[in-house]
Every structure is written in C-alpha cells, then in structure tokens.
C-alpha cells in the first residue's frame, strides 16, 4: 500500500497526527432536483394492481440498483388498510421510505405524515422487513376534506391523471407511502468486494416477469413471501408492550432492561424493535452493548455505551455509530479473560448517567461459565427487569429470578440471602456511579429485578458446525461498515482504501500493546503491520521517550475513539502510517494503539483494483510444509482456545436390515 503524493502537515491536527498526501474532501454536496417517473403500487387485502406513467426501460444487468428510463428513479406508492391485521408489504432490498399521508410502521418504527424519510436496508443476511399499516388517530374532517387534503399531497409527484387514478382507492385509513431508490457510501463500499452484492439483492429466475417486478427492481428492492419477513410470538409482542409502558411512565428513575437467552434466539432482533417501539415514545434510549462477539453498533470486540436517537432499520454493518464510552477488549469472546470483561463493563457502566432508559445486550454464552458470568452481570448491574429468551432449539437455561439470582455464586460475586422485599447494596460498585445531587444524600438500593419470560420461535439457518463461519462473515461486515465511512458521500466514485491518505504517527507518540498474545518485543511491528488497531487514550505520558516503539507491559482499560488500519510502517522515518475515519480533532487524544484478534477482512486485501504485479500482503509462494503452516486460514485465536474447542461427532450411517 504505498502512500502517492506529497508530505503536506495540516495545522489543525498538531503534531502528531499528520496527513500524508492530498487531503479528504469530506463536505456533502447538495444533489440537484431529481425528476420522479412514477409507479402506483396498490397492496390490499384482496387486490393487487400497478399503475404507470410510463414505461420501464432496459435494466442494466451489471447494475444491482437499476434505473428507470433517463428521467432518475421510479417511484412507488403503497395504499394499506389497518382494518385487516394481515396487511403489508414485505420486501428485500434497501430504499427510502417516506409516508405522505397516514401512519405506517418498520421493524416497530413509526413513520408518519411529514416525518423525515428514512432509511430502510432489508438484507437477506436477516430476515426481510415489512412495511405494516398502523391505526391512526382520524381528524374530525369529512372524507371529502381528507381526500382533498391526500390529492394536494400527491401534487408534486403525479399529474392529475394519476392522482384521480389513485385517489378511487382512498380510503380515510389508507398510507400512502413513497419508496425511492436508495444509493449510499455503505452500500457501495460493501458490493464493491467480491461476493458480497448477494447481501442486497438476489436474483431468482422466474419464468413470468411483470409490471408491478419490474417497477420494484428499478427501486432496488424485491417483493418477498410474508413466512420470510419477521414473526414475533405472542409472549414477545407482550414483553415489548410492558417495557414500553414501564419506560414510558417510570417515576423513580429509568429503567434498566437486561436481555439475555442462548445464541440465535433474536435477542438482537428484539432489542432493534425494542430501540425503535421506545423512540416513537421517547427521545432517546440508552444502550450498553455487552457481546462481543455480535455488536451492534461498533466493531467487535469491543464493550460500549451509547444514546441512541435515531431509529435502527437494518442489520448492524448498516448503522455503526460512535459510542459516548467504549473499550476495546480485542476479541470477539471473554473466555480466558473473564476478570478483565467484567472490568470493563465496570467502567463502562460508570459512564451511564441514568437520564434515559438503559438497554443491555448480553452475550448468548449462557452455560457453565458463562451462566455464572451472567449471574455477576445481573448482580452488578442491577437491572429493573431480565428478559429471558428461550427456544425448543436452545439449550436449558434456569429461569434468572431474583431468588434464584440471590442464592448462587457468579464467578466473582457471592450469594446474599436477604429479606423479603429488601434490597440489597453493592458499595464497592455504587461509588463509581454517578447520580444526581439529590440522589447522592440517600443510599442507593437495588431492589431485585422483574423476570419477562419470552419464548422465541426465531427461524435461523446456523448449525452447531456452521455458527462459527456465519458468526465470522458478520463481523467482518460490521468492519466493512465502518470502514466505509472512509468513503465520500455520494454521488462521488468510491476511492480504493490504498489510495485513502493515511496519517504518519510518530514511534515515540503512542504506545503498542497486542491485547490477545503474547508477541516477543523484536516482532511487535510485524504484528502491528497491516493490522486492525484499536486508537485508544491512555492517562500516562508516552512522549519521554526518544526513539520508540514504546511497548506496554499490560493492556489498560482505557478509552477506546475508533478504530483504522495500519497500512505501513516507515521504519527510515520511525513513523506508521494509520488508516482511519475518527476526525482529526480527536485523533490529537490518540497515544494507544491496541492490536487484538479483530483481523482486517481477507476481501480488502484481495481487492486492491489498479495495481500491477504483486498485490502487497498478498502472496502465492507459500510453503505448506513448514511447522504451523495451514492451508487454511481463520480468525486469530489462542492456542488454548483451540484446544479445548470441541469437535462435533461425524453422523453415523446405520444400514437397514430386513
């Protein structure tokens, strides 16, 4: 990955972070005033039918966004009926939805009249997403009133042929909602790697291809059978009602809401519904993100906290998001290192200013161990109410009551037996809390939590020998998504990540530490090179040394601003030469480098476009016979771990006998 251009310094990043090469643009440019070419798609319970102004034109079949005609996108409009619970429009595929008229509703986000569009990604590493009619409040007009009001609406998109063509199927409880082509940074950046345009769009060969298919693709997205959207059981539908009730009307403080449950029953599916049911309500919702292995937000690896304001329509490497505290702990699971993991929700807990209702996503190791690490989560975290998960696939998990919480030892906490209806304090925790003024005169007293028992029919395609690969492919996703935020908005061409201008950082500036094994001082910039680093800001003072590098003995529990590649290290000029997409403002609080077992997808390597001869990183003279060489490569992991993984028994084949 060499670095073109001139060395230029830009003041206003100090010394010691410097861009090397011509700088970013990064301003966002106004788009012109698109011309629509519109489609009426009206869905209802017995009928079917598509209106058009006009034709569709030839599709590009290497484009997955195709476009209509010469005119810009097509535009769709979708007339629902709330009277008939059955009512709605599933699809796969990305768009912005805007609702004209009415009230629809997006993985339990209200959309409404004059709401701001919103970004909708229904991916089919998910299950697909509906676009469902919701009841409504009528305004005391008359139905002439109302369908006038529908028509001065509908003005700027349709002629008047179109709007009285529309307007027979009105209806005072109808939405009308705007589906338009959707392009960003995001989605570009990840179809740009091999494989991977299979995420947004997949094409199935049909026989019969008509209007309504045709008008949908030109969107860029693909109407789909409603057994393949989302289909919540009776018990979570009633689990979300509670806890949007109780977040809606607590007096005492804000809730604390712990979800837990074994993996792949949708315990992150219901926490998205949840996040979106509470931001119809509320401004915003608190979230502390405990999995390491499937965050939400970040990275993996990583523990955070963060406000959540915006809704969340889509899967995680759609929506990462700058956390207000996060901790990069390098591994994409605590096993090993449990001390460490409870450490630092510690700290990060310590952050949660008790202003909004908290959300807490557990991770779905829930045995053993791991069932004791729970136990100390929930003691020291002291949750208001523990929604459990449970599935016929998933392994028996005990039911966490308050007794049953209170009477076993977690890995570092002990039993209390306490009295009935008495709470119980945890000082050596409460003293990093921060409360109010008024709150600080009396004790704090956590009082045992409420148990929402959910039961989750939750259809998924791991396996025991599969979850692991499946696991993999999402998070290196989730460090696509957040590498795209490199990229300029659209509609500027993405820029390969080897011709991005990194920054040059001193060796005497930030410390090294490598958080998963232990590397021996001579080879820690091999390891550094071309690594996944987390940029973290570390309380001692790195710069009294003269040369460098300077190498920690312990990985701190610091603050973590963001992540960026090493791309090189210029061992002449003692510098690295970091890849990232934190601002430059906050990169001058940057003096940690952690490396840990998060790895750089293999895709990025793979695709450097325009470069002759040998690609850098990438290499075919390879000798499988030397010792540790494997033909096949993973995700970094300790010798240990690899040890005692279990190994799934081979099927055995009975012959019949007659």
Not at 247 to 254: H, L
Not at 519 to 535: C, D, E, F, K, R
Request: charged share 20%; hydrophobic share 35%; with cysteine.
């Amino acid at each position: 990955w060499g670095v073109g251009g001139a060395e230029s310094e830009n003041p206003g990043m100090g010394e010691t972070w410097q861009a090397v090469g011509l700088a970013r643009e990064r301003s966002v440019t106004t788009a012109e005033p698109r011309s629509w070419d519109p489609l009426v798609l009206h869905v209802s319970v017995y009928s079917s039918y598509l209106c058009s102004c006009g034709g569709i034109g030839d599709q590009d079949k290497d484009n997955p966004y195709p476009m209509s005609l010469a005119t810009g996108f097509v535009m769709l409009f979708l007339l629902f009926y709330p009277p008939f619970p059955c009512q709605g429009f599933t699809f796969s595929g990305i768009c912005r939805v805007t609702c004209l008229y009415g009230q629809v509703q997006v993985l339990g986000y209200t959309i409404g009249q004059g709401h701001p569009a919103q970004e909708v990604f229904s991916t089919y590493t998910h299950s697909r997403l509906t676009i469902s009619a919701v009841h409504y409040s009528i305004p005391e007009k008359s139905k002439k009133e109302m369908k006038r009001e529908a028509q001065a609406l509908l003005r700027p998109h349709l002629n008047q042929d179109d709007r009285c063509s529309l307007m027979k199927n009105f209806s005072p409880l109808c939405s009308i909602v705007l589906l338009e082509q959707l392009k960003t940074s995001t989605v570009n950046f990840l179809v740009s790697h091999p494989g991977l345009s299979y995420i947004f769009v997949q094409e199935t060969p049909t026989f019969q291809v008509n209007s309504e298919r045709r008008a949908l693709k030109s969107v860029g997205i693909k109407r789909e059978r409603k057994k393949n959207g989302l289909c919540f059981t009776e018990s979570t539908l009633s689990a979300i009602e509670e806890l949007v009730t109780v977040s809606c009307e607590e007096v005492d403080g804000c809730p604390v809401i712990l979800v837990c449950g074994g993996q792949d029953v949708g315990k992150s599916t219901f926490n998205r519904f949840l996040m979106n049911q509470l931001l119809n309500s509320i401004s915003c919702v608190d979230y502390l993100e405990c999995d390491l292995g499937q965050t939400e937000f970040t990275p993996p690896g990583c523990i955070s906290l963060l406000n959540i304001t915006e809704p969340v329509l889509g899967p995680p490497f759609t929506h990462q998001r700058t956390p207000q505290k996060m901790v990069y702990y390098g591994r994409p699971s605590c096993k090993n290192n449990y001390e460490s993991y409870i450490e630092i929700i510690k700290y990060v807990f310590s952050s949660y200013k008790r202003e909004a209702p908290l959300l807490v996503n557990t991770m779905g190791w829930v045995s053993d161990k791991g069932l004791l690490l729970l136990i100390d989560l929930i003691r020291l975290l002291s949750p208001s109410h523990v929604v459990q998960f449970s599935s016929g696939r998933s392994k028996y998990m005990p039911n966490l009551t308050p007794d049953y919480v209170d009477s076993m030892d977690g890995l570092y906490t002990k039993s209390k037996s306490r009295a009935r209806n008495r709470g119980f304090q945890l000082a050596e925790f409460t003293e990093s809390l921060e409360f109010a003024d008024e709150e600080k005169e009396s004790p704090v007293l956590f009082t045992g939590h409420k148990l929402i028992c959910v039961h989750s029919d939750f259809a998924f395609r791991k396996t025991p020998r599969n979850r692991e690969s499946h696991n993999k492919v999402f998070r290196d996703l989730a460090v696509l998504g957040y590498l795209s935020q490199l990229q300029p908005p659209v509609p500027k061409p993405l820029y390969p990540l080897h011709g991005l201008t990194p920054y040059q950082v001193p060796f005497n500036a930030v410390a090294l530490r490598i958080t998963h094994a232990d590397v021996a001082p001579t080879h820690i910039l091999y390891a550094v090179n071309a690594s996944w680093v987390g940029l973290c800001k570390i309380l001692d003072d790195v710069r009294g040394y003269a040369k460098g590098p300077v190498l920690l003995a312990q990985t701190p529990i610091c603050d973590c601003l963001g992540f960026g590649i090493c791309r090189g290290i210029d061992m002449e000029k003692r510098l690295y030469h970091v890849l990232t997409p934190v601002p430059p403002e906050e990169l001058r609080d940057v003096n940690c480098l952690l490396v840990g077992a998060v790895s750089v997808p293999q895709c990025v390597f793979r695709s450097q476009c325009g470069l002759e001869g040998t690609m850098p990183y990438i290499t075919t003279d390879y000798n499988f016979k030397l010792p540790g060489a494997s033909e096949r490569v993973g995700a970094r992991e300790s010798v240990e771990e690899t040890r005692i993984e279990k190994v799934h028994p081979k099927p055995r084949h009975h012959r019949k006998i007659y």
